[in-house]
């Protein structure tokens, strides 16, 4: 099983361009989640989806728009980059049922806006 | 307040020492407690998990968890330089499926 896979592994953008940051998870996880990590900021909650069919906004949607195209995909789309959008980004998923919830990260996306 | 609140570091320790990392949470009515660690330019993976009162052993690693003073630990036993990283603390809460990560404290064992 690859677990939690994501493209691109690094990305440039220039200010204005848009993107999408692909998911994929093959462990029959209901829930996706994206996170983004900058330095001294922990990991920080853009979007979720709780099942395929649902999502919902996190701690930091503005700029950000997500697709949960079925169980297995979930992307992320940045319409108008921005700098303060540079930045790690982590797909996980989890089961999503119960008080475990133990999440499983991708590898991540560096992307840096110029 | 933040909702789940860590001593960022660095916390040095010598080889063979024990570690204690400390992490505090607001929402009272939270279920269940992860510790991850994260090497510099990796993911997290997870470590531990504690959901009761009481403290959780595996192998060198035990987690600790006090819900009326809103408090979970990690102890690292026998610290090994390869033990050299960031732990994130995280906190499921009342909210369905949503887990808040702390900022992570950033650990050294010095060899």
């Known amino acids: 099983n690859a677990g939690v896979t994501q493209t691109p592994k690094f990305q440039v953008l220039k200010t204005g361009q848009s993107m999408t940051l692909q998911c994929a998870q093959d462990m029959n996880h209901n829930s996706m989640y994206w996170y983004r990590q900058d330095p001294g900021m922990g990991l920080r909650l853009i979007y979720y989806?709780?099942?395929?069919?649902?999502?919902d906004k996190g701690e930091v949607p503005n700029g950000y728009n997500v697709s949960r195209l079925n169980k297995r995909e979930f992307s992320l789309r940045l319409e108008s980059a921005a700098p303060s959008q540079t930045s790690v980004y982590f797909c996980?998923?989890?089961?999503?049922?119960?008080?475990?919830?133990?999440?499983?990260f991708g590898p991540g996306t560096r992307l840096t806006v110029l | 307040q933040k909702e789940v609140e860590q001593n960022s570091g660095p916390l040095s320790v010598p080889e063979g020492a024990i570690a204690s990392l400390n992490c505090t949470y607001s929402?009272?009515?939270?279920?269940?407690f992860f510790w991850y660690r994260q090497y510099s330019g990796k993911s997290p993976e997870l470590i531990m998990f504690?959901?009761?009162?009481g403290d959780k052993e595996d192998g060198r690693f035990t987690a600790q968890l006090n819900k009326a003073s809103q408090y979970v630990s990690l102890l690292i036993r026998d610290s090994q330089p390869s033990d050299s990283a960031t732990y994130l603390c995280?906190?499921?809460?009342?909210?369905?499926?949503?887990?808040?990560f702390g900022p992570g404290t950033s650990l050294s064992v010095i060899p």
């Open positions: 929402d009272r009515g939270s279920q269940s």
């Open positions: 996980a998923s989890s089961r999503g049922q119960g008080v475990y919830n133990e999440q499983f």
């Open positions: 504690i959901y009761s009162n």
């Open positions: 989806s709780a099942s395929e069919g649902t999502t």
């Open positions: 995280a906190v499921k809460g009342t909210s369905y499926d949503k887990v808040i």
